[in-house]
């Protein structure tokens, strides 16, 4: 009985210094995870990602394409469409900068203190994830509005909100918030709080220990939610439309512009409108994120 114990043990450690060896001939990309079947699960996700993001982008490039260079040219030469892209990315930019700044701030509150109510706003964060774009849009055109509660405050020092490009700002703001706060918190929460009160035992002042020990860690993640909430911003067409006044040349967004098209039954401006969209929003996507992997890059390697 000793005997087949002992050759058990020895053909356990044996199974155990061969394991290594044989791992190391599989390929890294196969390396085996918890879940069985490479092939299978693999097939699965390029099927769902074809069905769900490919084919549809496919599609709208295969039509936008047989417009030509010219013809997406002829589109562009439209000022009302150049203003419209001018509207739309210019001012997701400028709100997705702002959630950047303050969903930051917010990041920092929700991990940092403990306050009363500290769920209830937490929760909060979320809310535009859950509430209906156009029920958002309807809601701050009745609050933003010249007789409603902040507009009539905001009409006596001579702000507008409502109908105007300031308007669309504080839509997509209120859209885009969620993906700052949610990419920065999971990062915050991990960070030890020790490395601060080592910069303060060294001699580093506030504003040292924010910029150089808090905030490097926290760049990488807070790109990322800038261009989460940029892709939003510049997408956003439900809580817009009702606080934005849709003047042309003032205050119409690309989306809206393409359903008028649609609805005018012009297919090939609208289609074409839709391609110049898709095309400056991967490049300045890609910009984002190779700038993303450059500052993830250089700090972890500080």
Same mark, same amino acid.
């Given at each position: 009985?000793? /005997?087949?114990?002992?050759?058990?043990?020895?053909?356990?450690?044996?199974?155990?210094?061969?394991?290594?060896?044989?791992?190391?001939?599989?390929?890294?990309?196969?390396?085996?995870?918890?879940?069985?079947?490479?092939?299978?699960?693999?097939?699965?996700?390029?099927?769902?990602?074809? #069905?769900?993001?490919?084919?549809? #982008? *496919?599609?709208? +490039?295969?039509?936008?394409?047989?417009?030509?260079?010219?013809?997406?040219?002829?589109?562009?030469?439209?000022?009302?469409?150049?203003?419209?892209?001018?509207?739309?990315?210019?001012?997701?930019?400028?709100?997705?900068?702002?959630?950047? *700044?303050?969903?930051?701030?917010? *990041?920092?509150?929700?991990?940092?203190?403990?306050?009363?109510?500290?769920?209830?706003?937490?929760?909060?964060?979320? #809310?535009?994830?859950?509430?209906?774009?156009?029920?958002?849009?309807?809601?701050? /055109?009745?609050?933003?509005?010249?007789?409603?509660?902040?507009?009539? *405050?905001?009409?006596?020092?001579?702000?507008?909100?409502?109908?105007?490009?300031?308007?669309?700002? +504080?839509?997509?703001?209120?859209?885009?918030?969620?993906?700052?706060?949610?990419?920065?918190?999971?990062?915050?929460?991990?960070?030890?709080?020790? &490395?601060?009160?080592?910069?303060?035992?060294?001699?580093?002042?506030?504003?040292?220990?924010?910029?150089?020990?808090?905030?490097?860690?926290?760049?990488?993640?807070?790109?990322?939610?800038?261009?989460?909430?940029?892709?939003?911003?510049?997408?956003?067409?439900?809580?817009?439309?009702?606080?934005?006044?849709? !003047?042309?040349? +003032?205050?119409?967004?690309?989306? #809206?512009? &393409?359903?008028?098209?649609?609805?005018?039954?012009?297919?090939?401006?609208?289609?074409?409108? @839709?391609?110049? !969209?898709?095309?400056?929003?991967?490049?300045?996507?890609?910009? +984002?994120? !190779?700038?993303?992997?450059?500052?993830?890059?250089?700090?972890?390697? @500080?």
């Amino acid at each position: 009985m000793a /005997a087949y114990s002992t050759r058990s043990t020895n053909r356990a450690i044996d199974l155990n210094a061969v394991s290594p060896h044989r791992s190391s001939f599989i390929p890294r990309w196969r390396n085996p995870g918890i879940l069985p079947g490479f092939g299978l699960s693999l097939g699965v996700t390029l099927v769902y990602l074809a #069905l769900i993001v490919l084919i549809p #982008l *496919a599609a709208l +490039i295969l039509h936008g394409t047989g417009l030509g260079v010219s013809g997406l040219l002829h589109v562009l030469s439209d000022v009302r469409v150049l203003n419209s892209l001018r509207i739309s990315f210019g001012l997701a930019f400028v709100a997705a900068a702002i959630n950047a *700044a303050f969903g930051l701030l917010v *990041a920092w509150v929700l991990v940092r203190y403990r306050f009363p109510g500290k769920a209830l706003v937490d929760a909060a964060v979320d #809310l535009p994830f859950a509430l209906p774009t156009a029920v958002a849009g309807i809601a701050l /055109a009745t609050l933003y509005a010249p007789k409603g509660w902040l507009g009539t *405050a905001l009409g006596a020092i001579g702000i507008k909100v409502a109908f105007t490009p300031l308007g669309i700002v +504080i839509a997509l703001v209120f859209v885009g918030l969620p993906f700052v706060v949610r990419t920065v918190q999971p990062i915050l929460t991990d960070l030890d709080q020790e &490395i601060e009160e080592a910069a303060a035992t060294l001699g580093a002042t506030r504003f040292q220990t924010i910029t150089r020990v808090v905030l490097p860690p926290l760049i990488p993640a807070l790109l990322t939610g800038f261009a989460l909430a940029f892709a939003r911003g510049v997408g956003e067409y439900g809580s817009v439309i009702f606080i934005a006044g849709n !003047m042309p040349n +003032i205050s119409e967004i690309t989306p #809206l512009l &393409i359903v008028i098209k649609l609805e005018a039954f012009d297919y090939a401006g609208a289609t074409g409108l @839709a391609l110049i !969209m898709l095309i400056v929003s991967f490049a300045l996507l890609l910009a +984002i994120n !190779m700038l993303q992997a450059w500052t993830q890059k250089r700090f972890s390697n @500080a």
